[in-house]
């Protein structure tokens, strides 16, 4: 009787770092998230999506989810079985939650500001927030690649 071996896909990848809520400190999230991701042979594609949803997801975390003497995390999860990449980014004010700006007209239309949650929107395939408690969120966002990319 012959029995289907399961395959041994490559290992589910994750890194977490606790990154100041600074500016500096969401420059440097997005430079360990490109770093991270290139050492594990990420797709390209899925790097520079990645590296985009990283600076926007980390810029919110410092300025709108910034407590003083808090930190913010971020955490990546690359499941290449599944050609899928998670970003978490968790800060400690979870009372402001995350929402894509609309109305393009009026006053505000020329704003240099609050368009990062679209942009995070149009790159991913999934993102949401979730409570992490005590008084914190996370907002994750799921990349895929393409089949055969």
Known sequence: ?????????????????????????????RLLAVTELRAWDAPQDLTERAELVVAELAANAVLHGRVPGRCFRLTLVLDPAADRLRVEVSDARGD???QIAT??????ALRTGGRGLA?????????????????GKTVRAVLTTPAGA
Request: glycine residues 8%.
């Open 1 to 29: 009787m012959n029995h289907a071996t399961p395959q041994v896909g490559a290992p589910v990848r994750t890194f977490t770092q606790l990154l100041s809520s600074t500016r500096r400190g969401a420059r440097l999230a």
């Open 96 to 98: 402001h939650y995350p």
């Open 103 to 108: 109305g393009a007209a009026g006053p505000d």
């Open 119 to 135: 942009l995070v929107a149009a790159l991913a395939d999934h993102w949401d927030t979730v409570h992490r408690p005590p008084s």
